[in-house]
């Protein structure tokens, strides 16, 4: 069945840089906007930022100016670049894809999450 899969996660002193990768395997046809959300310890789950199939994208306050999405349509596979890292941006982050087709007859499609990569940035 279908699943993603992050990588990429490591530690990293501040003001340092780190790259994410997700990929979407299994049998899809397309995938509609694909993202990235992270949860630091006691706190909720956030957006970081997302990317449609056709490039427009998203970006929550906090990362904007620093992080950058972008998307392999045809590799099904999402990238996020983290530059200038500060203590706050460690969290455990996780990819998401939402309406993944996986059959076009009948339509069907799904909802993925990733199991998430943990960043660590140290001051």
């Known amino acids: 069945q279908v699943q993603l899969v992050e990588s990429g996660g490591g530690l990293v002193q501040a003001g340092g840089s780190l790259r994410l990768s997700c990929a979407a395997s299994?049998?899809?046809?397309?995938?509609?906007?694909m993202g990235w959300y992270r949860q630091a310890p006691g706190k909720q789950r956030e957006l970081v930022a997302t990317i449609t199939s056709s490039g427009r994208t998203n970006y929550a306050d906090s990362v904007k100016g620093r992080f950058t999405i972008s998307r392999d349509n045809a590799k099904n596979t999402v990238y996020l670049q983290l530059n200038s890292l500060k203590p706050e941006d460690t969290a455990l982050y996780y990819c998401?894809?939402?309406?993944?087709?996986?059959?076009?007859?009948?339509?069907?499609?799904?909802?993925?999450w990733g199991q998430g990569t943990l960043v660590t940035v140290s001051s």
């Open positions: 998401n894809a939402d309406r993944v087709v996986v059959s076009t007859t009948p339509l069907r499609y799904h909802e993925l």
């Open positions: 299994g049998s899809i046809f397309s995938i509609n906007a």
